[in-house]
């Protein structure tokens, strides 16, 4: 006799017959087709029996045999209704869990709204501009000793000389923006100008509220933005009035014939002060004639073409202008000059050095965008595991339904109405909170961001809020509507049908959660310490007590100076021309044959001293020593470190411009940018008094406030033609904490949501899980166990859950942050340590068993016999 | 009224069902069919047939044991019914009326020409 599996018909005819036959003919048409296989088999070859199988299968594709599918009407309106009325009583009855699902949902989708809104902004960066892909600015690769880089300034006659003889550019606009002084009657500020061809305005798209743009073609002219214009002349008609502006002591007046209009919130560049361009060479003596080495001057050129198409020719005729300035500028040859698109232009802007438009670090952006999706993933998983677990409590409404008539696609129907509802309520609350908490929050945190929505004005918003709504509702509403549906009515009302004991999906998607709330505690954690790891750093000099306040000129220094050594609040003075933290120059040296390029200080001899700058080496500047203003240098001990091969080379001559200096002393290191760059070489030069931008005014301890107030009474006093502009140097790196400062409490009001969200997630879970087991815990109880028992029991499982997550988690944290915090803080490497994820495991442990123990609580009260009586 | 006139084919499976009691099922009938008339049949059209006609009332049926040929399934085992009886005698009185009207001349010829 032939052995069973031998005769076994083709499996996949044999599936595909179960799939359409009726239920009820299977049984005997199977087996039929079975037993003829057999006699075939007895006759012919494994393969005719197989052709002849699958003949005789598809035979039965006949009205008789094929399942019926139960077609009926849509689902009437009025059923509609009945789901929604439902849908509330639901969210009403189980109060908990819904204030769960929806909070959980709205605060993950007000997180994803302001991202949308961040990175929207970011990449509709300066996309009012009309024709804004025809417009390029010109751009300058260049050979920055051996790295190649590209530069935002260009020669001044570049652009001129490419609106005459390159055909397609139609407009061409120079700028550069610079600071002065500005006066009218008693307002006095300083201010950014920027000055600029005719085309700037008929290039970009600044409209004017007031004037014509073509009065910027009168040498004498001025356009105000609207700001300034409300700054300046508040309640007044600016239109005629003399503007003073004030450059190295010099007057200039100009007359206001325009202002432009608000300023879109997307202008990655605007302008306050907006002059002719022309008036450089009176104001700032720039030899406006002539292609000079570019690295003294800092002008943009922007162009605009016929086409955007036409870039690539426009791109090779720019070939032949860098043979025309690498004949005078041969230290640093420029490679090419380049078009770069305006649109793109501020997202790049991190690499290019100084560019026109300025734009954040798409960096962050990305990390926000992840960290909206995975609470988004977060939210739902809550959602899924909570929805499941409470429809333990419907299941005999489901069983009713389908008892009387309810098809499972009408219940699927029913669940995802629910689910649409609650989506819909969670979206508004979370729209609400996005734009009325979470984007002013983001506002002050970032000062200067500004960013606001208005969601009926802007489609994209609320086309992002839509798709969103609908891509949770249904991501979130699939997977309960079609496994409680599923459920056997029968077994329902028998009280046999309990949730599957297993519900694995639910396990994964903890374990899932805990991995992303393990990230977003420990990303907390390490903002955080990253922040007081910059904080506490060492500046490298003494900023307290430190008033320092910028000199117009010699004049202004000298008073301030005789006002100091009179006053027995200040204990010491020195002027300088840079102030660390504040401004400083590039400077390019030669040693030998070798070219560097350091960062370099203009001082006063007491500088070191008043800054209290050590110096390690050698000795500073002494006054009145002539050879020490003439080429005498001190450098820090980067520049030996780096420079030097860790030697001090005090007899070495290095060569500045083509003079001659020696180095007389080494300071120690010194923060001048910020923690995040690595402190580079620089040098200290001698300066004469006459060339003194800043005075340093060392106050006794605590007197700062007081002696400010002085010292600012006798600027206005002695020069009402000047603004006051003093500033404490402790504060001049505050920016940079503001902004990592806000970095911290972004991420650690992301931990906070996230702990809540695994939280909740967790509560959910549980709770399925007690439900399941109450008769258990019951009989344990009756039996004798305490609590701490029963909470071990439970907790076991989630903690192996968790420790998973942890495994998980841990190194690819651990990993993922040092290579974020690499590229974000080059200058503190290896604050990721071990704290941080000991801590995170503990806060996650207390979470757990937090939730856990609410749970058995609640369990402990109940009275066991209640729960085992219901049989 | 729909479901008392007897198809061809059906009173072939019905007569069948007849002849092979009490072992009539899906599988043996089809076989009865192809060795008494030598006609290709397919087991889905006996079935086809077979739901028919129990529709219709002429045959009642009820499950087997299991058998291992049939990989552990039961066959359906088909008797026919009193009013399965009657529309076969219906069918076969109807027949042999109608034959029995030929007048003998008809025939005969047909006959002749047939030698």
Redesign the interface.
Known sequence: MAD?SDI??PKWADRCLSWFCKDE?L??????????Y?MERAKKSALKANWSYW??M?????P??IKKRIRTRQTPIAMYRSYIKTGFRNLKRQQLASFINVFGLATTIAISLVVYVLIDRQFSLDDFHTDADQIFAVQTRIDWNGTEETWGRTPLLLGPSLEAEVPQVTEMARVSRRSATVRFDDNVFNERLTYADPGYLSIFNFPLSQGQPTSLESKKNIILSLASSEKYFPRTDPIGKDLKIIIDGKAYLFTVTGVAQKFPENASFTFDFLLPFENLKDMHGLDLQGWHDIKSQSVFTFIKLDQSGSSPQVASQLKSYSDVVNEINTDWPVKQFGLYPLPSLARNAQYVRETYASGSTPEILVMFAIISLLLLASACFNYVNISVSMAQKRLSEIAIRKVVGGQRKQLIGQFLTENFVLCFVATIIGALLGIYVLLPGINVLFSGSGYTINIFQDPAILGFLVVLFIALSLISGAYPAFYISSFKPVAILKGKENLSGKNRLGKVFLTAQFFLTFIAIVSGFLFTSINEFQEDQDWGYQASDLLVVPVGDHSQYQALKQFASQSPGIVSSAGSGSQIGISSGQTAIRILDDKFTVRSFNVGPAYFGVMDIDITKGRGFEMGLASDEVNNLVVNQAFIEQISNGEAPFDQLINIDGESYKIVGVTENFHFDDFFSPITPAIFRLVPEARFNYISLKTVPGGLNDTEALVKAEWTDQFPDSPYAGFFQEEVFDNFFASTGSLKSVMNFVAMVAIILSAMGLFGLVSLFIIKKLKEYSIRKVLGAHGGHIIGLVSKQFIVLMSIALIIAAPFSYYGFELLFEQMFPGSIDTVSAGPFLITTAILLAVIFLTISSHILQLLRMNPVKNLRLE | MKGTQLGEFEELVLLIVGVLYPDA???SIREEIINQTKRKV????V??AL??LQDKGFLESK?DE??????G????LFAITVLGKRALEKNHELRNNLFNQIPELALKGLNLSGL
Do not use: C, M, N
């Open positions: 069973r076994s018909p003919l049984e005997e048409v199977r087996g039929d087709l079975h037993e003829f057999g003949y005789h598809l035979h039965f594709l006949r008789f045999a | 099922y899906g599988l397919a087991i889905g059209a079935h086809s739901s028919r499950l299991a058998t291992h040929e049939r990989g399934r039961r066959k359906r």
